[in-house]
């Protein structure tokens, strides 16, 4: 099973742009029962899911020096952004950290 | 907290013959199947944002 | 269509519980392997928590008068017992092996707790932000691994999860003997006193739920 050497590269900024238009959604229709909160849930879950991969493998690269200071500073940057707006959108749908399944269950393994 | 943990072993873990996979993550290439269903989940969100408004 | 609780050596002794919805439980042997079932009266849908907990106790009581039980995860029914002896026959080596491993040995879960941690500063830094997350990560991983070292003697096999999220520093299953319960609680104990800011809580024992399979998703050995 091949772990996802280019998730990086699957765009960290990228995500954090989705997440500034999930945002946007969200503040528009201020009613958050307009919007499904189990779909809420899933988005927000796989978002999750994705940010902490990420992290971890930002993090490993980190850690064997592979990624310029650079990179460093902007993907610590990003990160934090995205922590803040999963957060923001945690509590616009009222899920708490355990609605979002974070027992990641076999993929834990990757982290 | 042993409630959480029962419904966790009993959804989560445990043999599985059927090959459901739960969208709470079964393996790795679920992560690229799920930045594709992230994306395609966001743009549900906007057609049911622009339907209710 | 047919529930399926778990998997056991062939043959299973069944407890005199029932199944979910009062439904009789049976065994039907598939090469060996007995697979414990009832009857499941609707088709896929949404567990609810009666069915969990029904599910739950059916596994527990299995587990406690047999050997070697490898519990099946909730998931929908099977269409009939055809289906079902098939799947067990192409997967018979792996779940033979499976049952070995569990044989005699039952499941404690650890998780360690720690306090909220304080909300980033706006003013940290990226770099400052991922220095720190390191840092939060090799401590974690510390622990881990005292834990590993202290229950590595009477384990068969572990999983290990490092801050999953950020208050969960670890959560982690263990194998092991039955009469080594006592002794991984103790050990644990041990190394929880060495860190007081930190909770250390061992839960179970559970029927092993987290080792039911050898290869494949769930239950690698660390």
């Keep these: 099973m091949s772990k996802p050497d280019d998730l990086l590269g699957a765009d960290v900024e990228g995500l954090a742009r989705e997440l500034d238009r999930l945002g946007t959604v969200f503040r528009v229709n201020a009613d958050p029962e307009h919007v499904e909160k189990g779909l809420a849930q899933l988005v927000l879950t796989l978002v999750e899911l994705l940010r902490q991969l990420m992290e971890r493998q930002a993090l490993r690269r980190m850690e064997q020096g592979t990624l310029t200071d650079e990179q460093i500073e902007r993907l610590g940057e990003t990160f934090m952004k995205l922590e803040r707006r999963m957060e923001e959108l945690k509590e616009h749908f009222g899920l708490e950290d355990r609605d979002l399944n974070l027992n990641l269950g076999p993929l834990g393994d990757l982290l | 907290m042993t409630l959480i943990e029962l419904v966790d072993r009993v959804l989560n873990k445990g043999v599985t013959l059927t090959g459901d996979i739960t969208l709470s993550v079964a393996d790795v290439d679920l992560v690229y199947v799920g930045l594709r269903l992230l994306l395609a989940s966001v743009g549900t969100l906007e057609r049911l944002e622009s339907e209710h408004t | ?93 792996e779940l033979r092996k499976a049952l070995d491993r569990v044989r005699g040995c039952t499941e404690m879960g650890v998780r360690v707790i720690r306090e909220s941690r304080s909300e980033h500063p706006d003013a940290v830094s990226g770099g400052e932000y991922m220095r720190g997350r390191l840092q939060e990560i090799r401590a974690a991983e510390r622990v881990a691994e005292e834990i590993h070292d202290a229950v590595h003697a009477i384990s068969r096999a572990e999983t290990q999860q490092v801050l999953a999220s950020p208050q969960l520093v670890l959560s982690a299953a263990y194998l092991l003997p039955r009469s080594e319960v006592d002794s991984l609680r103790t050990a644990v104990e041990k190394v929880g006193r060495t860190r007081p800011e930190l909770t250390f809580i061992c839960t179970g024992p559970w029927p092993p739920y987290s080792f039911a399979l050898v290869d494949g998703s769930v239950g690698e050995q660390a």
Excluded at chain 3, 53 to 63: F, S
């Design chain 3, 1 to 93: 269509m047919l529930h399926l609780y778990a998997l056991a050596d062939h043959p299973v002794r069944l407890p005199p519980v029932q199944g979910i919805g009062g439904s009789a439980l049976v065994a039907v042997e598939v090469e060996g392997i007995d697979a414990v079932l009832s009857s499941s009266p609707t088709t896929a849908h949404e567990a609810t928590q009666e069915e969990i907990l029904a599910h739950a106790a059916v596994v527990e009581k299995l587990a406690s008068v047999n050997e070697a039980v490898l519990p099946a995860r909730l998931s929908r029914p099977y269409e009939n017992e055809i289906a079902l002896s098939e799947a067990i026959r192409n997967r018979g080596p």
